[in-house]
């Protein structure tokens, strides 16, 4: 945990129980090192109820054991129906990850904790590389689960096999609860576990500890390519009308495995999607377009990528033209899908007609260390890295299709509508939430929540300070 950095001295921490023996393990060792530390440690259960008189079960013994440990547990129960009916193509399993994500997330901010500790241990690791690998995935996906996502996220036990946590809960006398759903052969995970790991542990009983040390390693190469592809990419691009556009003369002298990602980052800068297209789709994006003639078009999530001569142009599909114009006024009717929009300058002030609410702009470098914590503990206030995204900004509504990477969320992809209905936001309030983009996509959807892909952090040369007012606070200022 020190060798990882995961927490520093009087930090709070969330740590995410189910019950089972990962969590349930997690949890013990925290509430030991907490006093040497000087941790504040609290629990956070979600009961999906998909299991009955199972789930609330498991809910009664997280409880009885946070009451045993005097460690404050809050729980909150999903509705299962309300999962059935919003999965959308999900699976029941994808659905659950994203909305017990979705609490975790909404409880780390309500409590104010520093960080969010889930059990995930080297088998869990061995078990993601094995079905990344049966997929095909490349480097990024062989480097499976990180220790560390900002700006919450952490994973104390990602070393630790299970069999030495199920020795310390016995040497603990510690119990826990097993989860029914884990036995059954439905998903591709429970096959990993039960089927091909054992299989493949007779062949190498050190297993588990050799996938950890893979994906430790192809983490950090995997780092490395994209730094090299973010160095490589930044004098071959530029905006134009709105679109970002890459000089093909200088893409084509990259390495070919900088091509593929070059192409992956631009998709995901133009589409605001964090997850880029498949192999199939980037080697499709190469052959037709960049190798072919000018004016070959290809269409991929959700962004055109046209050869122009000598230049590839990556458009969003259903884009609402340039930045800075007005594209209808409030309270006016307006052509469906058209957002109402304004530019931003930076630093200004702009006012926000739908909510008579004033957003200002102000840039800081170098940042001031005591900015940590202008931002901490409140969503009307966003430290943004100026070095992530062009600075051609815009403020403008929601639209759907909207997707961001929320802080908090490890990353993921959510779509804004989801999102909003996560926080039970009414509908006819969702109109009025002055979403900042740029070119690359959602900055901060102002007055919640931040892309975790932009949010400042510790390595942060250039800020971008956000506030959202009320036009009686700013005018006191």
């Known amino acids: 945990m020190r060798q990882q950095h995961l927490w520093k001295a009087g930090d709070r921490i969330l740590a995410a129980v189910s019950g089972g023996p990962d969590s349930v393990a997690l949890l013990r060792l925290l509430a030991e090192v907490a006093p040497s530390c000087s941790l504040r440690i609290e629990v956070v259960h979600v009961n999906h109820g998909l299991r009955g008189a199972e789930s609330d079960e498991d809910a009664r013994f997280v409880a009885r054991l946070c009451e045993r440990l005097e460690i404050p547990c809050h729980q909150e129960r999903l509705d299962p129906m309300e999962g059935s009916l919003g999965r959308r193509g999900r699976s029941l399993q994808e659905w659950a990850r994203e909305a017990r994500y979705a609490v975790f997330e909404r409880m780390a901010a309500a409590r104010g904790v520093d960080r969010i500790a889930l059990g995930h241990t080297a088998d869990d690791q061995a078990e993601t590389l094995l079905m990344w690998m049966l997929r095909g995935a490349g480097t990024r996906g062989m480097a499976g689960i990180p220790a560390a996502r900002q700006p919450w996220v952490i994973r104390p036990l990602l070393t630790m096999s299970r069999v030495e946590l199920l020795a310390y809960l016995e040497a603990q006398g510690q119990d826990f609860r097993i989860d029914s759903t884990n036995a059954k052969p439905l998903y591709l995970r429970n096959r990993v576990r039960q089927n091909i790991l054992p299989a493949l542990k007779q062949v190498n009983p050190s297993l588990v500890q050799v996938l950890a040390r893979q994906a430790d390693i192809l983490g950090e190469e995997d780092r490395c390519?994209?730094?090299?592809?973010?160095?490589?990419?930044?004098?071959?691009?530029?905006?134009?009308?709105?679109?970002?556009?890459?000089?093909?003369?200088?893409?084509?002298?990259?390495?070919?495995?900088?091509?593929?990602?070059?192409?992956?980052?631009?998709?995901?800068?133009?589409?605001?999607?964090?997850?880029?297209?498949?192999?199939?789709?980037?080697?499709?994006?190469?052959?037709?377009?960049?190798?072919?003639?000018s004016g070959s078009v290809l269409t991929l999530h959700g962004v055109e990528v046209l050869r122009d001569y000598e230049t590839l142009r990556f458009h969003p599909v259903g884009s609402t033209g340039q930045a800075g114009s007005v594209l209808h006024k409030p309270g006016t009717k307006h052509g469906k899908g058209l957002p109402f929009q304004l530019s931003v300058a930076v630093p200004s002030k702009v006012h926000w007609p739908l909510t008579d609410q004033v957003m200002e702009f102000l840039v800081q470098s170098p940042p001031d260390p005591s900015l940590r914590s202008w931002a901490k503990g409140t969503h009307t206030r966003a430290l943004l890295d100026m070095d992530r995204f062009t600075p051609d900004l815009m403020l403008r509504t929601w639209l759907p299709g909207d997707a961001f990477c929320p802080v908090g969320m490890g990353g993921r992809r959510k779509k804004l509508q989801d999102y909003f209905m996560d926080l039970k936001l009414p509908r006819r309030h969702r109109g009025l939430v002055p979403i900042l983009v740029a070119p690359e996509g959602i900055l901060w959807v102002g007055g919640y929540r931040a892309d975790h892909r932009v949010a400042a952090s510790a390595a942060s040369s250039r800020l971008l300070l956000v506030e959202l007012k009320n036009p009686s606070v700013d005018k006191g200022a």
């Not at 730094?227 to 009308?241: E, K, Y």
């Not at 997850?275 to 199939?280: E, I, L």
């Open 225 to 293: 390519l994209e730094a090299w592809t973010a160095s490589a990419l930044t004098p071959l691009t530029r905006m134009q009308q709105g679109d970002l556009v890459i000089d093909r003369a200088g893409l084509l002298a990259l390495p070919l495995a900088i091509q593929r990602r070059a192409m992956r980052t631009m998709i995901c800068r133009a589409s605001g999607a964090v997850k880029g297209p498949s192999f199939r789709g980037v080697a499709a994006l190469l052959d037709r377009v960049l190798h072919g003639r």
